[in-house]
DNA sequence: CTTGCAATTGACCAAATGGTCAACTATAAT
DNA sequence: ATTATAGTTGACCATTTGGTCAATTGCAAG
């Protein structure tokens, strides 16, 4: 009943970009208010606090952005090593493009937020693992769902999840820490070695 | 031809001990000085920024620690499946070792110092990414020489290398980013896997 | 057209930040 | 013992930090 706006979209928006160009701790309210173009007070009438901005961040990041993307890929219409197939290439395909616009490519934004806040604020480390672990699901999924089709060859489903996982993070976290897009190259034949696929059918 | 002291080398030890745990730009200078008990008038005597105390505490900490345990462990007398297989031991005691001591344990200070710096200090994310270099050329030496011994079946020596290196240092990437070992401990099994070393000899 | 309230503003604050400096002190070598 | 100098000190500084607040503004519904 009363004015309305989008200056909290906005706030949200400038922190999700800039805490994944330069880290959390690296960011200011300043700059994130000046990039929303918002001034600090309503910052602070929106968000009690920095903290409860970078979560909120996450979840709209999440809700608008990852969930959607992880939810048309990891279709239960698509043979499961498709799903993987398809996102893998979405991924190098993003941070191609990432590193054109940008300069550098920025990896996965909750692992670099999970990795950085572990130990410093509880609130913001437990929100990153908790999308993280979200993620983590479908890659389990399309795991689970190979198996039961027999397209994997594994001992344990949950060994294999933490293998492809690892795999996939790290080369993301990779592509960011050493600035360019090689650790996102073979994402899919490491992953089918990890899942006993034997020789990928290479097309001929 | 004057006094002497160790308080450069409890500044370098202090930064890095305060970098691994909180990262980068969440430690002081203040914190630093506090910790090894120095004034800060003595660090800026001994440093020019805090940037070159990251650095230089880089140089240290491989120098005394990281390149004499790498050299022991990667030895050209293992055999290089060994060497791998140590070296995971080794890792995971270390950070199980952390867990206890710590709280949690906290990864690869290169790798997180360099996924933190990109993009904001070069000369820190040069130096971090310098050492995480040297420190693969290990895996790289040791999956060479167990490809000259036909030990294992890859197409390529570099793209097993990839694979096997993100999946290190994802591990440890992850240990410190969801706070427990389960990451690390599978490491070795994951990398037959990916250098194609059939049914890992388990013993019965 | 009023009025109630969501949203905005900018001045303000205490604390913390990275960094400087001139003066001082202890000691190793002569 | 003197001396040259490596090392130490703590006061000081400008700027930036996260955060507060009372006063104000604009809009949407009655």
Redesign the pocket.
């Known amino acids: 009943?009363?004015?309305?706006?989008?200056?909290?979209e906005r706030l949200m928006a400038a922190a999700g970009e800039l805490t994944w160009q330069q880290g959390y701790?690296a960011?200011?309210?300043?700059?994130?208010c000046e990039r929303a173009?918002?001034?600090?007070?309503?910052?602070?009438?929106?968000?009690?606090?920095?903290?409860?901005l970078a979560i909120a961040a996450m979840d709209n990041a999440w809700q608008t952005r990852s969930r959607p993307e992880l939810d048309r890929i990891f279709s239960a219409s698509n043979p499961p090593l498709e799903r993987l197939k398809q996102y893998f290439n979405v991924l190098y395909q993003k941070q191609l493009e990432m590193s054109q616009t940008q300069g550098r490519c920025l990896g996965c934004p909750f692992f670099s937020l999970s990795m950085e806040s572990g130990g410093l604020d509880p609130e913001v480390w437990e929100a990153s693992r908790r999308y993280l672990n979200r993620k983590s699901k479908y890659i389990e999924a399309a795991i689970r769902d190979a198996q039961a089709e027999g397209a994997v060859e594994i001992d344990s489903v949950d060994e294999a999840v933490e293998g492809v996982w690892t795999l996939l993070e790290g080369a993301l976290a990779r592509s960011r820490a050493q600035g360019d897009l090689d650790p996102l190259r073979d994402l899919y034949d490491q992953s089918l070695r990890l899942l006993g696929v034997k020789h990928p059918v290479r097309e001929t």
Do not use: C, L, P, Q
């Open positions: 009943m009363a004015r309305t706006s989008d200056a909290k701790n960011v200011t309210v300043d700059a994130i173009g918002v001034k600090k007070g309503s910052f602070y009438y929106f968000f009690k606090s920095k903290a409860e």
